[in-house]
């Protein structure tokens, strides 16, 4: 994906994996300078130490205490940001609807619900009830915005947008609520993207709701960690076709 856009704009940049080993974060972020690395892209279970051995921080990366994205400055420092709950909120404003004033319903309080939850906060989400089967874990999670609560899957009858931020639906055709709680004026988010169309995403277009696949959520926050690399701003839509295609080879 983002080497689709390193040769749309003709940079001189390639995309490659490493296997890190756990807890070698540090020592990776540490190399970037002698091996000529412009920046990382960090994955579990590494974002936590990757906060921690950077030299600076974005606001989102030091209140999740989690960074997703590590760029190579040019006086040699190391800045961390954590893209992924920004990449949400504007999947969702690409779709369409303006989060400001909404009122919201995440299902999970994980990794990516906490993101999620912390960047809608910050982008002017109204209120956003946090249902989780573990309530420590969700009331964890509301301590990361003012307008965040433990919440009730009621909640979801006076909710603006619905986010799946579990894993029910990934290959298979769960659901993780009742179709019943599914309307037509309800915007309905589920970050799974294998299977692009999730059984939750299917159920809500058949109530005639508006939906949001995961695939946004990849793709933006994607376009985020680009600009922060090259300072360039690509265009979704490249991101896009590239992701779509090697989903379509799994």
Known sequence: ????????????????????????????????????????????????????????????????????????RDDGTTFGASTDGRGFVDSVVAAGHDV??????????????????????????????IVNRTTATATEAARLSDVAHVGVIDDVAQADLLVNATSIGMGTDDLPLGPAWLRADLVVADIVYHPL???????????????????????????????????LRPDPAVLRAAAEAELATR
């Open 1 to 72: 994906m983002h080497n689709a856009v390193f040769a749309a704009a003709a940079l001189d940049w390639r995309f490659v994996t490493f296997d890190i080993v756990p807890g070698g974060a540090a020592a990776a972020i540490g190399s970037m300078a002698v091996l000529d690395i412009g920046g990382f892209a960090v994955t579990m279970p590494h974002k936590e130490q990757a906060a921690g051995a950077v030299d600076d921080v974005d606001p989102a990366a030091r209140a999740l205490r989690s960074v997703n994205t590590v760029v190579l």
């Open 100 to 129: 400001v004033g909404m009122r919201v319903v995440v299902l999970g309080a994980g990794g990516a619900a906490r993101a999620i939850v912390d960047a809608l906060g910050r982008a002017g989400a109204d209120d956003i009830s």
């Open 197 to 231: 169309e999730t059984a939750l995403l299917r159920a809500a277009r058949h109530e005639g709701a508006h939906v949001v696949d995961g695939l946004g959520m990849l793709v933006h926050q994607a376009v985020l960690q680009q600009e922060l690399w090259t300072g």
